[in-house]
């Protein structure tokens, strides 16, 4: 098990849904990431917070949408996603930006 | 010119092998230099990590950096089995705002 803990395992939505990917971590890091995964390819950063605002914002598409509640806590907010946004999602957390990252296992995103 | 290069593989040893997987890079900003070990389904999980240059053993695995050549190497002992995953090496340095630099990763198939 990992200390940085994703939710759900799975999701399967259409292009019309919103749904939200959860991300918790008690390690106390101040520096929380989503990446995507595309089979057989490292992860592609999306975000960065940095002691809960947004840092790094590689372009991506508006139809994601990141949130930061707390230092423990982040979410993205999916909202009319297209077939090609379908890959794993992955949650990371550093206690620092530029320190090693801790991933969880990630959310395995379906779009039909 | 890719800023981090490694071989995908696929690496095909017996077990009991020693395994050697390796990472070039061209910033010499880097200072953090991560291996992550990726199970089939999972998520990264950080294996080593060395900050600025030298050797790091941990069990059957040694991280080496050499900066000046710019080439990181992960060395496993007596492989086994369960070794079978994708290793990714990563960087990262101080004005990069927590962004990782991943290699491809490489494919390890370690046969009983």
């Known amino acids: 098990d990992t200390e940085v803990t994703q939710t759900p395992k799975h999701l399967v939505m259409g292009m019309t849904n919103k749904k939200s990917l959860k991300c918790e971590q008690h390690?106390?890091?101040?520096?929380m990431y989503w990446y995507k995964q595309k089979a057989k390819k490292p992860p592609e950063l999306m975000f960065v917070y940095s002691y809960e605002k947004l840092s790094i914002n590689e372009s991506v598409p508006s139809r994601f949408s990141p949130e930061c509640p707390n230092s423990s806590l982040l979410n993205l907010h999916l909202h009319a996603l297209q077939p090609e946004d379908s890959a794993l999602y992955l949650c990371?957390?550093?206690?620092?930006?530029?320190?090693?990252?801790?991933f969880g296992d990630g959310t395995r995103l379906s779009i039909l | 010119q890719k800023e981090v290069e490694q071989d995908p593989g696929p690496l095909s040893v017996p077990e009991g092998a020693i395994v050697s997987l390796n990472c070039t890079y061209s910033?010499?900003?880097?200072?953090?230099f991560m291996w992550y070990r990726q199970y089939s389904r999972k998520g990264p999980e950080l294996l080593m990590y060395t900050y600025s240059s030298g050797n790091k053993e941990d069990g059957r695995f040694t991280a080496q950096v050499d900066k000046s050549s710019k080439y990181i190497s992960l060395f496993i002992r007596d492989s086994q089995p369960s070794d079978s995953a994708t290793y990714l090496c990563a960087m990262s340095g101080a004005n990069q705002g927590g962004k990782l630099i991943f290699g491809q990763g490489t494919e390890l198939s370690v046969k009983p």
């Open positions: 910033n010499s900003a880097f200072q953090y």
């Open positions: 390690m106390g890091h101040r520096a």
């Open positions: 990371a957390s550093s206690r620092e930006t530029n320190q090693p990252q801790h």
